[in-house]
């Protein structure tokens, strides 16, 4: 069965420092997304990407955050400078056409 | 904003029970998706169900939706110490192409052998 795969499974990061995930869409589809959820809440929406272009995005998606595809396979999250409150899991996603997305595993996103 | 709402919070039965855990919401919906998560690990997928659906099953699951009180319900027939897990349900509005769902907190569900 396709999957979405995220890069890495974990990343430790320094306050300050950027950081970028990385997620493998499954092949097909044409929508993308970022969740992130902080140890013990719910899972919440970031952005969704479409067409090359952000589609929509929350209040969380400050102008820290930026997505992009680089290329016809990889989806790219990336946060300017981290907080301590930028510690989550995050999750990407991807789904077909007013489809069910289909989620990664996560990114375990440590920031000290 | 739209919410779903899961209770309990935790739940914990005896392998071989049923198990049932509901969840609201507050604004109208294209659909409903219940997801399990395992300890540290991704959203898997179970089923959804859609806004003009009263009843779903997939093997042992069986999802019901009342549109009417904004409400859902997931049962787990015959459960089994691999059911051990957190289920959510996730809300997406009425709209078509990119499908941002709202998810609940969530229910931590416990089987004892």
């Known amino acids: 069965e396709p999957e979405v795969t995220q890069t890495p499974s974990h990343q430790v990061t320094q306050m300050g420092q950027e950081v970028i995930l990385r997620c493998v869409p499954i092949?097909?589809?044409?929508?993308f997304y970022w969740y992130r959820q902080i140890l013990g809440q719910k899972v919440e929406f970031l952005v969704s990407f479409y067409n090359n272009e952000i589609s929509e995005k929350s209040e969380i998606f400050d102008d820290q955050f930026s997505v992009e595809r680089p290329d016809g396979s990889n989806f790219t999250l990336k946060i300017r400078s981290t907080k301590l409150e930028d510690s989550a899991m995050y999750f990407c996603?991807?789904?077909?056409?007013?489809?069910?997305?289909?989620f990664g595993d996560g990114t375990r996103l440590s920031i000290l | 904003s739209q919410q779903g709402e899961e209770d309990p919070q935790a739940l914990s039965i005896q392998e071989g029970e049923n198990a049932t855990m509901n969840c609201s919401y507050k604004t109208s919906i294209n659909n409903l998706q219940w997801y399990r998560q395992n300890s540290g690990r991704g959203l898997v997928h179970l089923i959804l169900?859609?806004?003009?659906?009263r009843e779903k099953h997939s093997g042992r699951l069986r999802v019901t939706l009342d549109t009417s009180k904004k409400s859902s319900s997931l049962l787990i027939t015959a459960s089994r110490a691999a059911d051990t897990a957190s289920y959510f349900c996730?809300?997406?509005?009425?709209?078509?192409?990119?499908?941002?769902?709202?998810f609940g907190q969530g229910t931590r569900l416990t089987i004892n052998p």
């Open positions: 996603a991807s789904s077909e056409y007013s489809r069910a997305p289909y």
């Open positions: 092949s097909n589809h044409l929508y």
């Open positions: 169900i859609r806004s003009n659906e």
């Open positions: 996730a809300t997406d509005g009425i709209s078509e192409g990119a499908q941002k769902l709202v």
